[in-house]
């Protein structure tokens, strides 16, 4: 059975989405300390950050060009993004722009609004959302769960010739 890690350099792990985020802050050669769960007991290990994948990571947030099917781009959510020092980056991509008169705008998807999943899969980032359109025909009516602001709130992107 793989261990569950449980605390990363002090940091609690809420889930493996939030190992991810933390572990791509530490420095390469840095030595942490991990506690991990396994077979019930837990274990403290001391590891040492390796490089980081040139194509994996980038310092710049991801953003999805202009989607003329959607009519809309969404971008990685950071905190300056979401305009909120409370929201965490790695829980939803932020949209950054919506064409007036595409499927988007049309469903009622505004700039700012946080995306929170697509058709009940979580958006974490703009690759787990690009990941979720592919998993599903966009061109149909799909579910949005959105933040708007202090609201939370479902919305449906209408079919392409609706």
Request: hydrophobic share 35%; charged share 30%.
């Amino acid at each position: 059975m793989c261990p569950i890690v449980i605390y990363y350099d002090g940091k609690f792990v809420r889930h493996a989405n939030h190992l991810s985020h933390i572990v791509e802050q530490s420095p390469a050669g840095k030595t942490v300390t991990v506690i991990v769960m396994r077979d019930g007991k837990e274990k403290q290990l001391s590891i040492t950050v390796g490089e980081k994948a040139v194509e994996s990571f980038s310092s710049e947030p991801e953003s999805v060009p202009y989607d003329r099917e959607l009519g809309m781009t969404v971008s990685d959510l950071t905190k300056e993004r979401a305009g909120d020092p409370d929201i965490e980056p790695e829980s939803g991509v932020v949209v950054t722009e919506v064409q007036p008169a595409g499927r988007a705008a049309i469903s009622g998807i505004q700039e700012g609004d946080i995306i929170k999943e697509v058709n009940k899969k979580v958006v974490i980032n703009v690759i787990s959302f690009e990941k979720a359109l592919r998993q599903m025909d966009s061109k149909k009516s799909f579910r949005v769960y959105v933040k708007r602001g202090e609201v939370s709130l479902y919305m449906i992107i209408k079919e392409q010739d609706e």
